[in-house]
């Protein structure tokens, strides 16, 4: 119990003086009025350090989308501030917000992520083409090889497996080279060995192109693939771990869904994870 | 099953809002035609009955609907002996004039030229619905040539009031006359005169002013005494009536005279109805769309409804019946909407000269059948293909993921389609080698056969268009092109269905321009290569002058030749003919008339000359004997020679003896004017202006104007089919908008993820637009292709009757096209905005 208090303490600051890729400071975000007011997120304050990788974990619920949604710019939080690098988004417009989903920030969701009537190299190219530019061949030739669709490039996303079409995706979130890719639940879809594929490759970009990445995720065994894990409940950071393993990953989340008191949608989370991790 | 229809009614507003709109215009149209026509049908039965005695006496021919002013008359002597009948309470006689217009004080004709000027003598004779056919209403009654009564709508509409002094235009000598006037009066029923004007003077003064001073009438009026019948008393006439003079039974008139306004308003509501038709077969087109994709959105909820134990009959019929409620609504509200269209029309015409402003528009049961039969057959048999479909949802896509009612084979439809282009191909072009009117008819099922068969091919057919405008998007648009030209490719059948509505409306259109522009082509060339005559004088109003305008222009300084051409109708060989009528010697003079066989100077008294592709069509051979009917009664007549097709405006002509010794009053409806050698032209136009100036029926033109004045004409007629087809255009406009609309629901999910990932608001308006303008641009390729096809066949196959100068109007084509493009954009509007207001997040959370 203390060793995990005093590691949480320990890494809310900073890690290891980095760079800040993303911020956000007492991010609160509300649904309903009145009586029916649900507070998906209720104050968080969070960074994530630049070249690394992080989960974020919680029940069902708990507010991860909405906290991935918010940073990626792609949702408007009620208070509170997201900074992606030194750009603060609350003040931004439509347009600015574009651009920036279109430069700083790749995402990718758990399912449909392609556009159907575009091959997967139209795929990945589709944010620099929107912009009107032309990707670095050598970073495309790079992203392509990582992801391993050097023969997949002309297929239609109807034509891929499960596993490629989410590396296709990955490869669209890395192409424009962003300061955070934000993955929602990549691997939820995915049978283990795709799911294995795309971590590993989500690995590998952080490992040798500093790329930062964030990911959503259910299965302790995929956050075993990070460095870092911040656990979310009911739309508030409360705790985190560092260079986690599946086993103190599943260990924190019986402690929170104790904490929590048992609640479905916790028990639910806690199937999952032992699914997969089984 | 009824209420799952009813809440799927309320739950897709939108979607059948459009489609019910297709169901409204069409209908409306429909309705909009049976009221107007029965409109105008009420307003001449009025005038039919209002003015038609028990017995109608008269010169065989010269009283029946479509005679125009005849020599013939009845003595006064003979009213008075018919008057001694013992069936008859009274014998009135009357005088009717043609061609008397009233010259309102602003020195235009009143009434605006379209419809006929009537004089009468004033008559105390009763119509067959007992009321006098002329009632005083104010002032007293005229007295004398400078005395005149005008009918109530005359004053009305010219502003004079009595006392005034009237300007008249008559037919008789001086043109020009002035009378005050002394009273108004109302005319039959009291109902409207469809806008003619009628002019009153008394007995004396009438026979003084046009018959001569003699005491003699154009037709005589019997009232039967109580008791005896119309026919007891129409056949004591008859045993009295001089030869050449014939008594018919009042009742009888009116029922021959309202078959004969019976058969026009029938082409008339033909014609509107064929416009109709259009419209509705364009709304199948919106109503397959709306329903296919309404069916292919709720395809879950069908197979849920199947698993739970609903047959498949139960599946269809909920379909049908939500079909049938729109057609019920859509034919409801058309109804409504086809009353004002009804009113419209009535302006329309008004503007024209058929003013029917004082009748009320009736709504008969058989309108209102037709209309609901119309509107939900049309809706049902739209929606049957699509209910067919639904029900063949299997119950267990209930459970899967994503339902797709699968674009089912294109086999049958190339096959089908194919058969119909190649059958409509080979009609087209048989008509086009045949010539004549079978060979227009070939052409216009060949063309309906193509025009279907692209339909169904369209979403073959139109890939190189797609396929070129995909090419020219992607270099100006980059990646939004793409997006754009792939979405429209999506679901070919639909962008095809959808483009096919506009193409059709297209097709008709570009048909019309290039008919049109080859008429006035062939117009001018006609005119160019036959009128040797520098002037040209005619008639605003479409009816016949009084030849002492031609006495008194050629009575003018400078002025060397002039030709007067009369036209009547008539029968030659026992078919139906335009006969024109001239001094050739003088019509030498001024027209370059190109002879086939014979010589211009053969049509003398009892020869006739004929068009030769008109005598090539009717077998008539030179030297043959062939009676010509004319009013007044029927001649035998030699074929003395034939003139070169399209170097007359008639097809028959004769001389004027020939058409005076047929009954027919002298009136011209052209004068070929040429100038003395030396004479300066501008100093005989001047002279010939002056003469011509106060008579406001009467133009002078030069041959320019007078070209330029029927381009006019035909541009006047064009524009008017255009607006009619406007209707059929403005529907496939909806259907753009529709399958935008749906197109932008079925993509939501993909639209957030655009969005997502970098794709600006503008951008997605953008995307949006571009596929409206692919929709549009290939509706608008086909027809244009297709109207090209169709136009040029259909002239080629009138080159007989006159229509020999092919001429495209490439650049009217051209901007048809980009028009259609425009219309894209602007049907994109609100889908496109729709599309932008998607809230990212929402959207990828869409199902
Ligand atoms: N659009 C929305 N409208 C109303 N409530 C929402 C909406 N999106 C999320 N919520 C609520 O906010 C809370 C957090 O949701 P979410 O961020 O999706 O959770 P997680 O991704 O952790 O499962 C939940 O209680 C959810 O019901
Ligand atoms: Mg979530």
């Not at chain 2, 002329?134 to 010219?158: F, W």
């Not at chain 2, 059948?369 to 119309?374: H, Q």
Request: glycine share 10%; aromatic share 4%.
């Amino acid at each position: 119990m203390s060793n995990i208090s005093a590691a949480v303490t320990a890494d809310r600051l900073p890690a290891e003086g980095r760079r800040v890729a993303a911020r956000a400071a007492d991010l609160r975000k509300t649904y309903g009025r009145g009586d029916t007011v649900v507070a998906a997120l209720d104050g968080v304050s969070i960074e994530f350090a630049a070249g690394r990788f992080t989960a974020v974990m919680g029940a069902s619920g708990s507010g991860k989308s909405t906290l991935m949604h918010c940073m990626a710019a792609l949702d408007k939080p009620t208070s509170g501030e997201v900074y992606l690098g030194d750009v603060e988004l609350s003040t931004l417009g439509d347009k600015e917000l574009t651009r920036i989903r279109r430069d700083k920030v790749g995402f990718v969701f758990q399912a449909f992520n392609l556009v159907p009537t575009l091959t997967a190299q139209e795929n990945i190219e589709l944010p620099l083409s929107l912009a009107g530019r032309k990707p670095d061949p050598d970073w495309f030739d790079t992203v392509v090889d990582v992801t391993g669709l050097r023969d997949r490039l002309s297929h239609r996303p109807s034509e891929l497996s499960g596993g490629q079409q989410q590396r296709v995706a990955c490869a669209r979130a890395l192409l424009s080279q962003p300061d955070v890719v934000f993955a929602d639940e990549p691997t939820g879809n995915l049978d283990s060995t795709s799911g294995a594929e795309v971590l590993s490759f989500l690995r590998d970009t952080v490992d040798s192109h500093g790329q930062t990445v964030v990911m959503v995720t259910h299965d302790p065994v995929a956050a075993a693939y990070t460095d870092r894990v911040v656990f979310l409940a009911d739309g508030l950071v409360v705790d985190e771990l560092h260079q986690p393993s599946a086993e103190l990953v599943l260990e924190q989340l019986k402690r929170l869904t104790a904490a929590a008191g048992g609640s479905a949608a916790a028990t639910g989370t806690m199937a999952t994870g032992s699914e997969a991790g089984a | 099953m009824l209420k799952v229809t009813l809440r799927n009614l309320l739950a897709r507003k939108v979607r059948l809002v459009l489609s019910g709109l297709a169901i409204v215009i069409g209908v409306a149209f429909v309705a909009g035609s049976f009221i107007f026509t029965d409109t105008l049908r009420a307003t001449f039965d009025g005038i039919v009955k209002g003015t038609t005695a028990d017995v109608q006496v008269c010169p065989k021919g010269a009283c029946s609907f479509d005679s125009v002013a005849d020599t013939r008359t009845i003595p006064a002597s003979v009213v008075r002996q018919l008057g001694r009948l013992p069936g008859a309470a009274a014998a009135h006689g009357n005088d009717q004039v043609q061609g008397v217009y009233v010259i309102g004080p602003d020195g235009k004709v009143v009434g605006g030229g379209g419809a006929p000027g009537l004089a009468f003598s004033f008559t105390p004779t009763k119509a067959i619905t007992g009321n006098r056919i002329l009632t005083l209403a104010a002032g007293r009654l005229p007295h004398g040539v400078h005395q005149i009564a005008l009918d109530q709508q005359t004053v009305d509409k010219s502003g004079y009031r009595i006392g005034d002094t009237v300007h008249l235009q008559t037919p008789g000598t001086p043109p020009m006359m002035t009378a005050r006037l002394t009273g108004i009066v109302t005319f039959g029923e009291g109902n409207s005169l469809a806008g003619a004007t009628l002019t009153m003077w008394d007995r004396p003064a009438i026979q003084q002013l046009f018959f001569h001073g003699r005491d003699v009438f154009t037709e005589v009026g019997l009232t039967t005494k109580p008791g005896v019948s119309q026919v007891e008393l129409r056949d004591q006439a008859r045993r009295v009536l001089p030869t050449g003079v014939t008594a018919r039974a009042g009742d009888a008139v009116a029922a021959q005279n309202q078959k004969e306004i019976g058969k026009i308003l029938g082409f008339l509501n033909t014609f509107l109805l064929v416009f109709a038709a259009i419209a509705l077969v364009v709304g199948i087109f919106l109503i397959i769309n709306t329903f296919s994709i309404l069916v292919a959105q709720r395809s879950r909820e069908l197979a849920l409804l199947r698993a739970m134990g609903a047959s498949r009959r139960q599946v269809n019929r909920s379909v049908l019946l939500e079909a049938l409620a729109v057609g019920f609504i859509g034919s409801t509200i058309g109804l409504g909407a086809g009353y004002l269209l009804a009113i419209a029309l009535k302006g329309l015409f008004g503007l024209i000269g058929l003013d029917v402003s004082g009748t009320t528009m009736p709504v008969h049961v058989r309108t209102v059948v037709v209309s609901y039969v119309v509107g939900i057959l049309v809706t049902l048999v739209a929606a049957y293909l699509p209910a067919r479909r639904a029900s063949r949802v299997a119950p267990v896509e209930a459970m899967r993921d994503d339902v797709t009612l699968g674009e089912s084979g294109m086999g049958r439809r190339l096959v089908v389609g194919g058969v119909l282009i190649a059958l409509g191909i080979a009609a087209i072009v048989a008509g086009w080698i045949g010539s004549g009117s079978g060979g227009l008819t070939g052409i216009g099922l060949g063309a309906l056969a193509v025009l279907v068969g692209v339909s169904l091919l369209s979403p073959v057919v139109g890939r190189p268009v797609v396929a070129v405008l995909g090419a020219l998007y992607r270099s100006l648009y980059g990646t939004v092109g793409q997006l754009a030209t792939a979405n429209s490719l999506r679901n070919p059948r639909r962008t095809a269905a959808t483009a096919s509505a506009l193409m059709i409306g297209l097709t008709l259109v570009s048909t019309m321009a290039i008919f049109g522009q080859s008429t006035k082509a062939s117009t001018e060339q006609a005119i160019r290569q036959t009128v040797t005559a520098p002037l040209i004088v005619s008639s605003k109003t479409q009816s016949p002058f009084s030849p002492a305008i031609a006495a008194s222009i050629r009575s003018l300084p400078g002025v060397k030749t002039v030709a007067e051409l009369r036209i009547a109708s008539g029968k030659v060989d026992g078919n139906d003919a335009t006969i024109g009528a001239a001094d050739v010697g003088q019509l030498a003079r001024t027209l370059n008339v190109r002879m086939a066989v014979g010589a211009l100077s053969a049509a003398a008294t009892h020869t006739i000359l004929v068009d030769a592709g008109t005598a090539k069509a009717n077998h008539l051979r030179v030297g043959e004997r062939v009676p010509l009917r004319l009013q007044g009664g029927t001649q035998t007549v030699v074929v003395a020679g034939t003139f070169a097709t399209n170097s007359m405006p008639m097809p028959y002509l004769v001389s004027l003896q020939t058409l005076q010794a047929g009954g027919l009053k002298p009136m011209d409806a052209y004068l070929f004017v040429s100038k003395a050698p030396k004479a300066d032209i501008d100093t005989v136009t001047a002279e010939i202006q002056k003469t011509v100036a106060d008579l406001p029926t009467i133009s002078l033109q030069t041959q320019q104007q007078f070209i330029d004045a029927q381009s006019k004409q035909i541009d006047q007629f064009l524009y008017m089919i255009y607006g009619l087809l406007a209707l059929a255009i403005v529907i496939a406009i909806l259907g753009i908008v529709n399958t935008l609309a749906l197109s932008i629901i079925e993509r939501t999910r993909e639209i957030g993820l655009l969005r997502a990932v970098g794709l600006s608001r503008a951008q997605l308006r953008r995307m949006v637009r571009l596929e409206s303008v692919v929709i549009a641009v290939l509706g608008a390729v086909l027809g244009v292709a297709m109207g090209i096809v169709f136009g040029s066949a259909m002239v080629r196959a009138l080159a007989d009757q006159g229509l020999n100068v092919l001429s495209i109007p490439w650049i009217q084509l051209v901007v048809f096209v980009v028009a259609a493009a425009v219309i894209g954009v602007l049907a994109a509007v609100l889908p496109a905005r729709r599309a932008a207001k998607l809230d990212v997040l929402q959207a990828i959370a869409t199902e």
